[in-house]
């Protein structure tokens, strides 16, 4: 199914492979990397937000972010379980279109740009 379709209600899929987001991603909406500071520092995607899923105050730092409710917010994080579990708070949170987007090797390897 594609990401347009997702968006339009296609599905309540909460993921995006990694090569769809480099051809189909928004660049203007949010990505978050949702590992710890740092796997972050040791190389992240360009843009990219860090707010590690696994912080007690995780719900807390979303909150005060100024996040679409419908629009698309992309997470990622090593492999894409954490930026999975990540999704699923954000869509509870209210935000219907957190997508996981994978892992950052999958990502860089499908032409992600890198920092």
């Known amino acids: 199914m594609s990401f347009l379709s997702r968006l339009l209600g296609g ?3 909460t993921t995006l492979a990694p090569a769809d987001y480099v051809a189909q991603g928004d660049p203007e909406a949010p990505l978050l990397d949702v590992r710890t500071p740092a796997e ?10 860090n707010v590690d899923v696994m912080a007690p105050d995780f719900r807390q730092q979303i909150s005060a972010m100024d996040l679409p ?3 698309p917010v992309y997470l ?5 379980n954490r930026s999975g579990t990540a999704a699923g708070i954000l ?7 957190a997508l996981n987007i994978g892992g950052f090797q999958a ?3 499908a032409g992600a740009e890198t920092a």
């Open 91 to 97: 869509r509870q949170m209210g935000h219907g279109g």
């Open 40 to 49: 972050y520092a040791q190389g992240h995607l360009a843009g990219a937000v």
């Open 76 to 80: 990622y994080c090593r492999s894409g």
């Open 107 to 109: 990502l860089a390897r």
């Open 69 to 71: 409710k419908d629009g």
């Open 11 to 13: 599905s309540d899929d």
